[in-house]
């Protein structure tokens, strides 16, 4: 569990690379790739169930959340978002359909996309501005703790 944390925190792609055939799937298989860009990508995906893919690039990696009610577009909305694994910079980009058989197969497309400034970087909490075409202002995304995986996703005013 520790060389995992140790993963994330560095920014790995061996999570991402491991649950995927790329001679199947049209996803990229990517590396860790440095940048001084701070994007974000909110990607919807009709998989087993429609739930929206919100990704922020950082440490040369997407870091990830599953929302599956979307990201909040009101303030005090708050909604959950579970991490999933680093994907590569290079899936800012995706959209496409998933192979069935395979990892998340469905449809994937760009629901928004932008830049976004880091206003605070803790391991329980990120505090973030977006610079989105529908998603703008403040957000945050805050550790429930219990579950490591689970966030919450909220604007903030």
């Not at 998989?47 to 990704?55: G, I, K, M, Q, V």
């Not at 303030?75 to 395979?102: C, K, M, N, S, W």
């Not at 329980?124 to 075409?133: A, I, Q, R, T, Y």
């Amino acid at each position: 569990m520790a060389e995992e944390t140790r993963d994330k925190e560095k920014g790995s792609l061996k999570e991402y690379k491991s649950k995927r055939k790329f001679g199947s799937t049209p996803e990229p298989s990517g590396e860790v790739r440095r940048s001084e860009e701070s994007r974000f990508v909110v990607q919807e995906h009709h998989a087993s169930h429609l739930h929206y893919d919100f990704r922020l690039e950082m440490d040369g990696v997407l870091r990830s959340w599953a929302v599956p009610k979307g990201p909040p577009e009101k303030t005090g909305v708050r909604h959950l978002a579970v991490q999933v694994e680093d994907h590569p910079v290079e899936y800012i980009d995706f959209e496409g359909t998933i192979p069935e058989g395979q990892y998340g197969a469905g449809t994937v497309k760009i629901w928004d996309e932008g830049t976004y400034s880091l206003e605070s970087l803790k391991p329980e909490k990120l505090v973030f501005s977006l610079n989105g075409k529908k998603l703008n202002g403040k957000y945050a995304l805050v550790n429930m703790q219990k579950k490591p995986q689970d966030w919450l996703l909220m604007k903030l005013k």
